[in-house]
Nanobody, 124 residues
Framework: VQLQASGGGLVQAGGSLRLSCAASGTSFSNRYMTWFRQPPGREREFVATISQFGLSTYYADSVKGRFTISINNAKNTVYLQMNSLNPEDTAVYYC??????????????????WGQGTQVTVSS
């Protein structure tokens, strides 16, 4: 399984970015596709996750209402649309996939496959 994340960059506060994560070597069946982020000097944290076929989505409180996770099963790609960005969103963003039990889907330790990370920098 390989995950390729892309779409990061430098944006001003209030701007938008869309991250993509393309998966190869697997399908999204029985999997969660999840975005985590690691701000400078801090632990990796959950951002958003989507279940197979996009039936369920979950968000961290800090991004709810601003970020939208979506999935294109035909392209084996998951997206993270990020709007109203602020400097606190600055981080390396990682996509991950796995089949955790539902209660564990927020924890990075539950995922076995990771993309390489893409840097998002929001300037004030």
């Amino acid at each position: 399984v390989q995950l390729q994340a892309s779409g990061g960059g430098l944006v001003q506060a209030g701007g938008s970015l869309r991250l993509s994560c393309a998966a190869s070597g697997t399908s999204f069946s029985n999997r969660y596709m999840t975005w985590f982020r690691q701000p400078p000097g801090r632990e990796r944290e959950f951002v958003a996750t989507i279940s197979q076929f996009g039936l369920s989505t979950y968000y961290a409180d800090s991004v709810k209402g601003r970020f939208t996770i979506s999935i294109n099963n035909a392209k084996n790609t998951v997206y993270l649309q990020m709007n109203s960005l602020n400097p606190e969103d600055t981080a390396v963003y990682y996509c991950a996939t796995g089949s955790p039990i539902s209660s564990q889907k927020y924890f990075s330790s539950a995922y076995g496959y990771w993309g390489q990370g893409t840097q998002v920098t929001v300037s004030s």
